[in-house]
């Protein structure tokens, strides 16, 4: 939509008067929930397949360790796999409630583009939705509490998102506070505490975005025997929970709540049940992506983590801007920041801000699985033209 | 004894199913609940 608005001109596509493209909402609500009926439809189809499945629709609530109640229907498990996953987490602001906002999930679901959005969190969900309802053409408002969005990525890598963001129209506000919420004629409004002083912004929508917790409501897990360590569900590192036939995966148990790490969590829960094989999770090299343009993705630890983990550190860099590919498809922005150790080498961390990022890490990611260094990306032949020349470039630039 | 199972998988998203398929495939009778939609949000 904002490339044919903005930019067709730019690659030579006539006819298009940017005034008079628009952005049916529930027309592209319609086609992503055509995609994700398809992709349930597989779903249903597999499980049916599988003769060792039953599937039920419904509330599980334990009564005990191994009595669930599912929708008033008692069954017995002799284990259980919480995949309960994680919603939005309450946050403690005077009027939010009353005023009435919109998580994740109904920013998904709108019928219609607000004219004006208040964003509140700095986070992943934060830019994300924020860049996309601003490209949509909703004016977007945005509050972090963050001195920059996404803080705990590279400085410079977020320093720039937050620039490219500001570019696009949204109006990023970060060091801030929302103290306030409330609705009035119509418009909702926040009181934020920023440099010191108080200020009102009003918008059609508030979306909140400030971190996830356990789904846990109305499980029945002090029945079961399970403990919560704070705000997620307690577990070892075969993904135990302190009921001894009761495990748990993915985002229930914080830390790194990214869907690839519940796919990669499953398996291993139940081979450790059905086979008893005490497996630990891995968590060594687990990639991450926020879904901007550019994108951002990340392994690994930053420079600032790698030093105050006491390595002396050597820092390899490319940028984008210096790719034939990315100028030829208009996104020469971003680069590839690689950390490795001075001494062995060994490949600490991987950063990109840039076109395809979200592909981009994964050499990264492969080469420090194997806790290699970044030779074999700088020494191996790339394709020309193409964006995985700048992640080599940065490995060359390590040496 | 059709509704006693050796495993319940709690959720079907994208950590639920793969944990359901993995311990179906190793044999065990499997049981799996979930209350909104499958796949995850």
New interface residues.
Partial sequence: MHLVRDRAAEFGVRGIDPKSVSFDMSAAVARKDTIVSGIQTEIYKKLGRNKNITFMKGHAEFTSPVDIRIDGKMVTAANSILAIGSKPAPYAIPGLKEAGFITNYEALKLEELPNSMIVIGGGYEGVEFAQMYARYGTAVTMFGRAPRVMPKEEPELSEKLGDILREEGVDLHTSTEVVRAGAENGARFVLVREAGSERRYEAEVLLLAVGRNARVENLGLSEAGVEMDGPYVGADRCLRTSASNIWSLGDANGGLMFTHRATYDGPIAALNIVKALGREVDYRVVPKAIFTEPTLASVGLTEAEAKAQGHKVRVGTADFAGSGRAKAIGLPVGMVKLIADDGTGELLGGHILGPRADDLIHEVVTAMYNKGSAESIAKSIHVHPTLSEVVKRAAKALR | MS?????????????????????????????????R?????
Avoid: R, S
């Avoid at chain 2, 959720?11 to 979930?34: D, F, I, R, T, Y």
């Avoid at chain 2, 939609?37 to 949000?41: A, I, Q």
């Fill in positions: 509704d006693a199972y050796e495993v319940a998988v709690i959720g079907a998203g994208q950590g639920g199913l793969p944990a359901a398929h993995m311990a179906a495939n190793l044999g065990a009778k499997v049981l799996l609940v979930e209350d939609e499958v796949g995850g949000t």
